[in-house]
């Protein structure tokens, strides 16, 4: 359990423009108007970029207490739990990518879920031999792995708290009590036809009295939530993995249908993994991303392809540019889907995926018309290629903390699917992440593919938390998002848009997405031009409608000192830059 620090906490509240909160303390300078101009601030600044702002609050407060980047997310991550559950929780997994600045090192921490250990690599599929149905997949018990967050955050906590880990709850606690007003993209979310939403957990805790279904503008509160978060400030993450809350987790995972395998030592066996980062050079800077199961390898190959072609000398408004990433986008995503997988079980050959010869070769694939088909590359080290069918939907988020003295967390949070697999304990969702593996666990050899269910493996994730060193090896940028298998190509275009075209942050946020992903190209086509549009078709690419509307980019740059940060404008997110 993470020890106090010798420090006692006094809440503050830090607030957003978008609400209005009782007995506040100063707000901090906040940046959230869509294409405003980064406002100056020092260096050492504290920030909170998050999905929502009640979040970020949160987050600040612990700051302005004196905390550290640490301390701050796991405020975050609590609130974030309660107000924005579609998306992220105490029942999900996490990435964090920690700088240091004192010592400069980044380091990452990986609390993907695990499975089970008496997890078996044909669990989804049916008695033919033939893949579950996804929708079937996504609301069994077998779909939740072990939960990794909070176990990632107490070990970050541990070794860079400042504040008593018993303190950084509160917040959570209270608006968990006295409840908190359902945002319009809470609302939005249950007002479609979710199968997590049909569960009687779920269809439990959105009920209004007269049994309807809650919408924006209602009043939630989660006695069970506060009732948890209080044991868990009390007893640290044991709360979670053993006793009552890990029991009633087992027993909703192995219920029906398609009841699990988790039992009570996979939940008191769970053990984030500290690890280096797998970091390359682009353009000034040094980007540095979480290894596999992370798709991090593959964020930095992507960013490396589009250095070999001329995008950065053009701009949003040429449809060469779009076509460029585009293509490079597939290259990407053929390597991505045919090697990655849990690198304590695989050999992910993420050398030969940088290596400068086999990225020169790889960008020459890109001519003056979209290719028919993008097949993976042989890059050294590659053993396996198939043909992958993991599917990966869009329930997570992303959001950035820099504390007084500098350090910085890059964290990308979730539950896999919208409100996970819809199963609730203690008044939190239950991840599906399992589904992140794939269905079909066979080479056409006959052997395991690379992302193939095992014990206590974790599966591939999207993920990509980033971040950006400039020369001297100082804190240049973060930036993530949320949107399942698109996470690379949202921030992969914000980073083209920020820094080869020179965007201010939340104008390249505001840039349409395009998520070009095997032979289909999607993204916002009524946000593109029609010049862009027409521009496309002429070399091959007709955009479809229906993919990359929900991305989830929270990013900060800094730029000659200043602090130029941004929230995805398709979200509810906030920035909030405190004094130094």
Not at 58 to 86: F, I, K, T
Not at 175 to 183: C, K, L, P, V
Not at 557 to 566: A, E, M, P, Q, S
Request: charged content about 20%; hydrophobic content about 40%.
């Amino acid at each position: 359990m993470p020890k106090a620090r010798g420090m006692s906490f006094i809440r503050l509240c830090a607030a957003a423009a978008a609400l209005v909160l009782a007995s506040c303390a100063p707000a901090p300078a906040t940046v959230e108007t869509p294409g405003s101009a980064p406002v100056a601030h020092s260096p050492v600044a504290p920030f909170v970029i998050a999905a929502n702002p009640l979040a970020a609050q949160a987050g600040m407060a612990v700051l302005e207490n004196g905390g550290s980047a640490a301390d701050a997310a796991v405020a975050v991550q609590a609130m974030l739990s309660l107000v924005e559950p579609q998306s992220s929780g105490v029942g999900g997994g996490a990435f964090l990518n920690y700088y240091d600045a004192a010592s400069g090192n980044v380091t990452i921490y990986d609390g993907r879920e695990t499975a089970p250990a008496q997890a078996s690599r044909t669990m989804f599929l049916n008695s033919d031999g033939e893949p579950l149905d996804y929708g079937d997949a996504v609301i069994s018990g077998r779909a939740t792995g072990v939960p990794g967050a909070v176990a990632a955050l107490a070990m970050l906590h541990e070794e860079h708290g400042t504040l008593a880990w018993s303190g950084l709850f509160d917040d959570a606690i209270r608006r968990a009590d006295e409840g908190f007003i359902i945002s319009p993209r809470l609302g939005r979310f249950l007002g479609r036809d979710f199968p997590q939403l049909s569960q009687p957990d779920a269809a439990a805790y959105f009920a209004r009295p007269d049994g309807s279904r809650m919408q924006a503008g209602d009043r939630l509160q989660n006695e069970a939530y506060a009732n948890f978060l209080r044991r868990l400030a009390a007893n640290g993450i044991a709360a979670l993995y053993e006793g009552s809350t890990a029991a009633q987790i087992v027993q909703r995972t192995r219920a029906a249908p398609r009841g699990g395998t988790m039992t009570m030592a996979d939940m008191a066996n769970y053990r984030p993994a500290k690890r280096q980062p797998v970091c390359n050079g682009w353009r000034e800077y040094r980007v540095c991303a979480p290894p596999p199961p992370s798709s991090g390898a593959a964020m930095l190959e992507l960013l490396a392809l589009l250095e070999r072609t001329d995008i950065a000398s053009r701009g949003p408004d040429d449809p060469q540019a779009w076509y460029l990433f585009a293509e490079a986008s597939r290259l990407m995503y053929a390597d991505r889907d045919a090697y990655f997988g849990d690198g304590d079980f695989v050999d992910v050959p993420v050398a030969g995926l940088l290596d400068p010869a086999y990225l020169d070769a790889r960008a020459t694939l890109i001519g003056p018309r979209a290719a028919e088909n993008v097949e993976p590359g042989r890059p050294a080290g590659a053993e396996l290629v198939m043909e992958d069918l993991t599917l990966e939907p869009a329930g997570t988020s992303h959001f950035v903390v820099r504390d007084r003295h500098g350090n910085v967390l890059s964290i990308t949070t979730t539950v896999e699917s919208i409100f996970g697999s819809g199963r609730m304990v203690d008044g939190f969702f239950l991840n599906n992440q399992l589904t992140d593996f794939a269905f079909n666990p066979l080479q056409p050899n006959g052997d395991d593919a690379p992302n193939a269910v095992a014990p206590g493996k974790r599966p591939r994730s999207s993920m990509v938390p980033l971040i950006l060193l400039d020369s001297e090896g100082d804190f240049a940028g973060a930036i993530g998002s949320a949107g399942g298998n698109s996470i690379p190509a949202y921030v992969g275009k914000t980073l083209v848009a920020a820094v080869d075209w020179g965007l201010p942050m939340q104008q390249a946020l505001a840039q349409p997405n395009l998520v070009a992903r095997g032979n289909r190209i999607g993204g916002e086509v009524s946000a593109f031009g029609p010049a862009i549009v027409q521009g496309l078709a002429e070399r091959g690419i007709d955009l479809e409608p229906g993919q990359g509307e929900d991305s989830g980019v929270h990013a900060v740059l800094i730029r000659n000192g200043r602090v130029d940060g941004g929230y995805d404008p398709r979200r509810e997110g906030v920035v909030l830059v405190g004094e130094p």
